[in-house]
Each structure stands twice: as C-alpha cells, then as structure tokens.
T-cell receptor, first 113, second 113 residues
C-alpha cells in the first residue's frame, strides 16, 4: 500500500459538474497539501493544511474548495471549472509543514470539457 | 519572490555516464531543498532532502549538494542507468514561509542503453 493514495486517478467532468478528489495518507503525517501541475508550468502549491487547519491558500479560485476532516484525509471539491483547470492534481503529506520530506501521491488527472 | 531555475531543461546521455543536474534559486534564506523524480504521468518520488545547515546528502548513486551563498544545488548521478530516465525536480522552502515549496521546471533525463 502506497503512503499517499489519490482517487480517482482520472476524471473527466463538464464545466457545470460538481466532483471531488480524494487523498488519504497512511504515514501518520500531520500536514497535507494540494498541488496543481499543468503542462509546461512548474508545480503550483494550492493549499496547505497543518493539524487539520488551512495554513496556506495560494490565491486559488473559489471554484476549488479544500476540506480536511482529519489528519489522514484531504479532499478537493470542484465545481463550475474551466477547461484551463485541466491538469494533474497532486496530493502530498509531511510530518510538520516545515522541514521534513514531502511525500506525494500518484495524482489525479483532471480533464474539464 | 523565490524563483527556482533548473538547467538544462533536457539531457540525454549514454548508459554508464556520470552526470550533474543543476538547480539555482534567488533567495538564499532557505529552510531546505528537496530533489524529486517524476516518471511520465506519475506523482513525485522524493530522492533527497537537504536542510539549510547541511552541505550535501547521499543516497546510493545519488549525491546532492547545497551552496546557499551562491543559491545553487546540484544532483550528481553516478553510473547512470536507463531506469534513471525521468524528470528531476528541485523544490525550495523558505524560512519565512516554511509550508510553501517553490518548484523548478525540472530537467528531463534520458539515459540511452
């Protein structure tokens, strides 16, 4: 079982749909992250949760809504997305939000049509 | 604003060669620097983490160095193998915003048999 598990691995959704991405970490970490990776652009941090509280919101549009119900689970709720939101969404976790190794999941490929 | 640059963008070498990947950053007040590997369509795998107080870290055939004063890190891969083919990314965390990592664009490495 991998340390950080993301579902679904692939998602196609229309611009009026509502869907959610799920992330679960089995490493006992207390910080979790959402990153966006688009073609030809560096990895972009979206949100950071530390001890289940959001500590970073990197100017992300409100059509992306994160939720962290406990230290092991992280969701990204999606609604009224745009085609340019199509990307690989990566979840990560670490012990503390500061100096320790970050572990990534395999990512969720999102296509908005 | 921290900027992270990786040179070269792509590198192709014959199997067995030793090689160096470069990462430079503009703000030297870093907390740590982490090197990752990403295979096509996959998430990121952590390779090495160097804290700001360290000069280098080694893992198997990989050696990463850090020179904060010049804003540079290198990833040395010894005796390269076709299985090393991937994109290598470096990520820098600042002391002032420890939850946020800034990523470079990556170097895509191809090791030819």
């Amino acid at each position: 079982e991998t340390g950080v598990t993301q579902t679904p691995r692939h998602l196609v959704m229309g611009m009026t749909n509502k869907k959610s991405l799920k992330c679960e970490q089995h490493l006992g970490h207390n910080a979790m992250y959402w990153y966006k990776q688009s073609a030809k652009k560096p990895l972009e941090l979206m949100f950071v949760y530390s001890l289940e509280e959001r500590v970073e919101n990197n100017s992300v549009p409100s059509r992306f809504s994160p939720e962290c119900p406990n230290s092991s689970h992280l969701f990204l709720h999606l609604h009224t997305l745009q085609p340019e939101d199509s990307a690989l969404y990566l979840c990560a976790s670490s012990q503390g939000a500061s100096g320790n190794t970050i572990y990534f999941g395999e990512g969720s490929w999102l296509t908005v049509v | 604003k921290q900027e992270v640059t990786q040179i070269p963008a792509a590198l192709s070498v014959p199997e067995g060669e030793n090689l160096v990947l470069n990462c430079s950053f503009t703000d030297s007040a870093i907390y740590n620097l982490q090197w990752f590997r990403q295979d096509p369509g996959k998430g990121l795998t952590s390779l090495l983490l160097i804290q700001s107080s360290q000069r280098e870290q080694t893992s198997g055939r990989l050696n990463a160095s850090l020179d904060k004063s010049s804003g540079r890190s290198t990833l040395y891969i010894a005796a390269s193998q076709p299985g090393d083919s991937a994109t290598y990314l470096c990520a820098v965390r600042l002391r002032t915003n420890a939850g946020k990592s800034t990523f470079g664009d990556g170097t895509t490495l191809t090791v030819k048999p």
